[in-house]
């Protein structure tokens, strides 16, 4: 088993709406990363959670350190967020090795 | 501020050879890790470099090494490339080891042939 489980694999959406992609962790952690990536492999740091509930825009990202589960919602999606949204955890000795989901392939058609 | 740059953007080797890739962190930025993605299993860590020492290691064969300049600048290197090294190499940079944001360089393009 995967020591980062991300949810669902694949989301296809049409603008507007309410997106919720979720991630579930096995392991200790010091902190939680959301990240995202366009085609043509460019990644981008969304969040870093360790508690709590963190907001940029229409992105929010909350984390339930007690159930080891993250969630990363997108408000009045836009075609332009489509691309794959990936979780991943740093363990409690190093912020810098992190682990990583599978990642969630984000479609929003207009 | 110029982000995290790597060089080459593409590579193609074959089997045997070895390859060098370069990531150049965010002025500052005294950490550099660097990553795998392949289409099979996805982004896995390979290693982390502050203050020019290898401070973390993936779980890699020893064909895959690094390096961290004074100025920060980090080369990886993997010898005796084998198919399965096809992959995107990211690096990322932060300004330290404790919880802080990593900032990612465009990646460089392996092909193994």
């Known amino acids: 088993k995967n020591e980062v489980e991300q949810s669902p694999q694949n989301l296809t959406a049409q603008e507007g709406e309410f997106i919720t992609i979720n991630c579930s962790y096995s392991?200790?952690?010091?902190?939680l990363h959301w990240l995202q990536q366009h085609p043509g492999g460019g990644i981008v740091s969304l969040f870093m959670?360790?508690?709590g509930k963190k907001k940029h825009g229409r992105l929010i990202a909350t984390i339930n350190i007690q159930e080891k589960h993250s969630s990363l919602h997108i408000t009045a999606s836009h075609p332009r967020d489509s691309a794959v949204y990936i979780c991943?955890?740093?363990?409690?000795?190093?912020?810098?090795?992190?682990?990583f989901g599978a990642g969630t392939r984000l479609t929003v058609k207009p | 501020k110029a982000g995290v740059t790597q060089t080459p953007r593409y590579l193609i080797k074959t089997r045997g050879q070895q390859v060098t890739l370069s990531c150049s962190p965010i002025?500052?930025?005294?950490?550099v890790s660097w990553y795998q993605q392949t289409p099979g299993q996805g982004l896995q860590f390979l290693f982390e470099?502050?203050?020019?020492?290898?401070?973390n290691k993936g779980n890699f064969p020893g064909r895959f090494s690094g390096r961290q300049f004074s100025n920060s600048r980090s080369e990886m290197n993997v010898s005796t490339l084998e198919l399965g090294d096809s992959a995107l190499y990211l690096c990322?940079?932060?300004?330290?080891?404790?919880?802080?944001?990593?900032?990612f360089g465009p990646g460089t393009r392996l092909t193994v042939l």
């Open positions: 990322a940079s932060s300004l330290s080891r404790e919880a802080d944001t990593q900032y």
């Open positions: 392991v200790g952690i010091s902190a």
């Open positions: 959670l360790s508690s």
């Open positions: 991943a955890v740093s363990p409690p000795y190093n912020n810098n090795d992190m682990r």
């Open positions: 002025s500052g930025h005294r950490s």
């Open positions: 470099y502050f203050s020019e020492t290898q401070r």
